[in-house]
């Protein structure tokens, strides 16, 4: 079975620069989170869809972020204007039932 | 409300055995381990799901006290592959996770 598979695996910008991940869950898994993490510290719940519906996005900072889930299946991050604050691993997770499958991750770098 | 995991830090022998605390101030559903190598995303290890219900996965078990709202990891015997950083996640519904600090473990020959 494919894992959750993400793209690109690294990102170097400028800030105030705009920028995009993508994400392709496990076939079949009907949730999908986003998750920033910062160097030295747990994952953070971004967004969380149940097939192409938001289920929570309360710490989506939307003024800067946004993300959707078109045909439920695949899923962008995308960040405009970036900050030096976004410097993170961006990991993307789906799940089934009750445990999340973590992508590899793409390290975003804001200069 | 974000769990607290102690210790921060942890190093062993090889054989030698560790536990890490996750504490939640909320009440919980369910608890969920992960464990992260440097440059790797996490990989799921157990869920607990009902209170003092204990898991375990080769030599490495949990439990969870539904009523204190707290989880233990027990890592017995320790590899060198159980090496990395150990998160916690706490649920309070609908599969949302919160993830603790992490607690880092470095099992050395």
């Known amino acids: 079975e494919a894992g959750v598979a993400q793209s690109p695996r690294y990102k170097i910008i400028e800030k105030r620069q705009s920028v995009a991940f993508w994400c392709n869950p496990i076939s079949g898994h009907a949730t999908l989170y986003w998750y920033q993490q910062i160097l030295g510290q747990g994952p953070k719940l971004l967004i969380q869809?149940?097939?192409?519906?938001?289920?929570?996005d309360s710490q989506l900072p939307k003024d800067r972020f946004s993300a959707e889930r078109l045909k439920g299946v695949d899923s962008t991050l995308k960040i405009q204007p970036a900050k030096l604050e976004d410097s993170a691993v961006y990991l993307c997770a789906s799940s089934q039932a009750l445990e999340q499958f973590f992508g590899p991750g793409t390290r975003l770098t804001v200069l | 409300q974000q769990p607290v995991q102690s210790p921060q830090a942890v190093i062993l022998r090889e054989g030698e055995d560790a536990v890490i605390n996750c504490s939640s101030s909320?009440?919980?559903?369910?608890v969920h381990w992960y464990r992260q190598k440097h440059g790797e995303a996490p990989v799921f290890l157990m869920i607990?799901?009902?209170?003092?219900e204990q898991k375990g996965h080769e030599k490495i078990s949990a439990s969870f006290n539904e009523k204190k709202q707290q989880s233990s990891l027990y890592l017995t015997a320790s590899q060198l592959s159980y090496s990395g950083t150990y998160f916690c996640?706490?649920?309070?519904?609908?599969?949302?996770?919160?993830f603790g600090a992490g607690t880092r473990l470095a099992v050395h020959p």
């Open positions: 909320k009440a919980l559903y369910s």
């Open positions: 996640g706490t649920e309070g519904g609908y599969n949302k996770l919160i």
């Open positions: 607990l799901l009902k209170g003092g």
């Open positions: 869809f149940q097939n192409n519906g938001v289920v929570d």
